[in-house]
């Protein structure tokens, strides 16, 4: 059966769902509603949203409502919407944190289905210019469906993953806890350490390629991230007492010239590093590394595209990880299993291109 969809909030996330919506199966119509006038303008030009209208319109016409606003603006679309919903209506969002959303949709009117949602992905470009059809590929999308029927949950399921997203249930308590380590924490990691700079010109001139990478994340969105942090500050709270801590262990390591003790705290990050498994499986996309040494010659990644592709390797992700203009450089392919993988590490040897699997 397909659904009319009411995307809220046509930004980034919004207007990437509405891109990546548009030509599935499962999808009759899309309406969008954001306060910004630009943003939804744009979503009706590039073909994100079907149509612009008033938002008590679209909520009475929609089968499925995605919140994708930032969160401490929802008390208040749920007011706004829930005298126009009908029943069986699926409510969910995009939301980086979930127990006090899923603490909202239990005043959601009987036989209207709140159930939360956590797409694993993003970008520092912020608003509908950053919006991608394939941001949500090969993406981890979280689900918190508390005690909504299997139906519904399954039915909302089906529409998220014809967006090539791969759906994971959890509870909401463990959802929050989970990103305050993986998420919460290593942005609030990379704010602390640009600020260390101060902005010194000299200090980020010297800025290599490891330092870009760690903090890549603190260029994102500060307003949104201000509502994800308050939002989620319990887990957040308890996990940056336990972060300090462990940073005050290598201070003191340090300070004292405990070489033992220092080796032993390296030693145990790099264990527990290496521990990630080389096929991301889980809460990561599934795919194995292949690193080749090309060189810096235009067009060259689209060779290694149809020397694959000719074999139908599929590259299901891509990653320059270091260049040299003019000489050459080092690129990271990701292809779907550990067969393509040697098969295609074989391959671009066999043309002369320098390849491993990682």
């Known amino acids: 059966m397909k659904s ?5 909030g046509t930004g980034l996330i919004g207007g990437s769902l509405g891109l990546a919506l548009k030509d599935s199966p499962l999808v009759n119509h899309i309406y969008g509603h954001d306060p910004n006038q630009a943003y939804l303008k744009t979503a009706l030009e590039i073909g994100a949203i079907d149509e612009i209208t ?19 603006f929802y008390k208040q679309i749920l007011n706004e919407i829930i005298p126009f919903l009908r029943p069986n209506t699926i409510i969910t969002d995009v939301g980086s944190t979930k127990e006090k959303v899923m603490d909202l949709f239990v005043d959601l009117p009987e036989n209207v289905w709140g159930i939360g949602g ?37 039915r909302l399921m089906a529409l998220i993953e ?20 993986v998420s919460h924490i290593p942005h609030l990691s990379a704010v602390a350490l640009v600020n260390l700079t101060e902005g ?46 462990k940073l005050e262990g290598i201070r003191d390591s340090i300070k004292a010239g405990d070489s033992a003790k220092l ?5 145990q990050a790099k264990d527990i590093r290496d521990k990630i498994p080389q096929a991301r499986k889980g809460l990561i996309p599934s795919y194995h590394d292949v690193v080749c040494i090309v060189p810096d010659k235009p067009g ?25 203009e003019g000489d050459g450089g080092t690129i990271r392919l990701g292809v779907p299993n550990a067969i393509h993988a040697r098969q295609a590490a074989d391959l671009l040897l066999n043309y002369g291109i320098k390849a491993w699997v990682r």
């Open 4 to 8: 009319d969809i009411l995307i809220i």
């Open 54 to 72: 008033t938002l008590a319109f679209a909520a009475s016409q929609a089968d499925i409502i995605f919140i994708c606003s930032p969160l401490s």
């Open 118 to 154: 956590h797409p694993m992905a993003g970008s520092e470009i912020q608003g509908i210019s950053g919006a991608d059809q394939y941001l949500f590929e090969n993406a981890v999308y979280l689900i918190t469906p508390g005690k909504v029927p299997a139906k519904q949950v399954d």
């Open 162 to 181: 014809s967006t090539g997203a791969k759906t994971k249930i959890l509870d909401a308590k463990i959802h929050d806890e989970m990103v305050a380590i």
């Open 200 to 245: 010194d010109s000299e200090h980020l001139s010297m800025a290599a390629g490891g330092f870009r990478d760690t903090t890549r994340i603190a260029s994102s969105n500060p307003e949104l991230w201000e509502d994800i942090l308050l939002f989620n500050q319990t887990y957040i709270l308890k996990q940056l007492d336990e972060f300090a801590a």
């Open 263 to 267: 080796l032993g705290i390296l030693y």
């Open 300 to 324: 060259i990644i689209g060779k290694l595209g149809r020397i694959l592709g000719e074999k139908d390797i599929n590259i299901v992700d891509i990653e320059i990880l270091r260049v040299r």
